[in-house]
DNA sequence: TTTTGGCCAACTTATATACGGCTACGAG
DNA sequence: CTCGTAGCCGTATATAAGTTGGCCAAAA
């Protein structure tokens, strides 16, 4: 079983915008323009919920959702926002999709990474514990990379859909079973 | 030699994971 | 004063986005 940790989508207004001016015209609690820091305005419709970040060429990014739920509702919400402003129309097409998505899984028992960087095959592994204590996993048919850790934690990210979240994640359950048994 | 252009990489955000190092604070 | 602990930071991963700065080379 595997837990969605972040969901990240991004879309286009197809729109060029003042995005100082979007600020103001949006008139929300939780927005932050401060483009000596970075030139995106970033748009929170709750406080400490997802994050829309807002280019001024209208593409937009949406982060920080734990469900796809979350995401959409997100995504429909900004919009309305916009559209009630009349930046964008009311059925405007942004083409919104999921870029990421960062889960959490765990393996029945702890794992050696050294062993495991073996099991897993060198040349598809990063495996530097006083660099950092998570063994990277890159496999080859499957998008996702895995961090490992030697507790059975696993982190999948990367990942453009559920699916692949999951067959990555039983495709290295698969590997580790093979080799450590079960 | 100086200026200009092009290219690439870093920057920022969310999020789980965990380890070492550092700072700060409280207690003995 | 010293020791322990708690909390935070950087380490690394993916992904979208656009700007900016650095670096290198070529032209003036």
Redesign the pocket.
Known sequence: MI?I??V???G?LDVELDIAEVELDLDLPYT?YD?S????L?VRLAK?G??I?V???????I????TFELLYESNDRFLTELSELEIVDTNVETDFTV??L???AQLDDTVDLNTLSIALGLELV?Y???????L?Y?PTDH???L?V???????I??A?NIDAAEDAFNHLKEQVTAYFGS
């Open positions: 837990d940790a972040n990240v989508g991004s286009d932050e483009p820091n970075y030139h995106g970033y400490g997802p994050l970040t280019y001024r060429s209208g593409k937009y990014i982060s920080g959702c734990s870029k990421n960062v889960c959490t990063e530097e514990p006083e660099q950092f204590p998570g990277i890159r998008a996702p990379v961090l850790f030697a507790n059975g934690k696993i982190v990210t990367g453009p």
